[in-house]
């Protein structure tokens, strides 16, 4: 519908990779399902975002909910999760010797509100990139 179009029409026809999502039943009824999102999963709207690869990899999501209060509990919620994965990171065996890396990406990760909306933004550079090529091989 007109919903969809108009998100797409706000795609960075840069990016290598983008995504919109007008947030249906299905997708409601999915973030309905967890006790930490049922009191969202009305206020989503729509989710946008992208991927541009070049040296670096740079993503961008956009959730645009119904109003700043639900877009500042998104946000919260983003940012418990993104420090729960940091300390997974740091702590279990499994992925010990990727533990810097892991931080390093989660470090790299910008939560930011605009009214409605919240921004996530990652920026991962070459360098990093190479550091976690060197530690697969």
Do not use: C, H, M, Y
């Not at 930490?36 to 206020?43: E, G, I, R, V, Y």
């Not at 946000?75 to 729960?84: P, S």
């Amino acid at each position: 519908g007109k919903g969809l179009q108009s998100l797409i029409g706000k795609q960075d026809g840069n990016q290598s990779v983008w995504v919109s999502v007008v947030a249906n039943d299905e997708l409601k009824k999915l973030l309905g399902s967890s006790d930490k999102t049922k009191d969202l999963a009305d206020k989503l709207q729509s989710l946008s975002g992208g991927i541009s690869l070049s040296d670096d990899i740079k993503l961008q999501v956009r959730l645009n909910t119904s109003d700043p209060k639900a877009a500042r509990d998104f946000r919260q919620l983003l940012e418990a999760g993104k420090a729960i994965a940091g300390v997974i990171a740091t702590t279990n065996e499994q992925v010990k010797d990727f533990g810097p890396l892991i931080l390093d990406v989660l470090n790299a990760i910008k939560f930011s509100q605009d009214q409605g909306t919240v921004g996530i933004d990652l920026l991962i550079p070459a360098p990093l990139i190479d550091k976690g090529v060197t530690l697969v091989k």
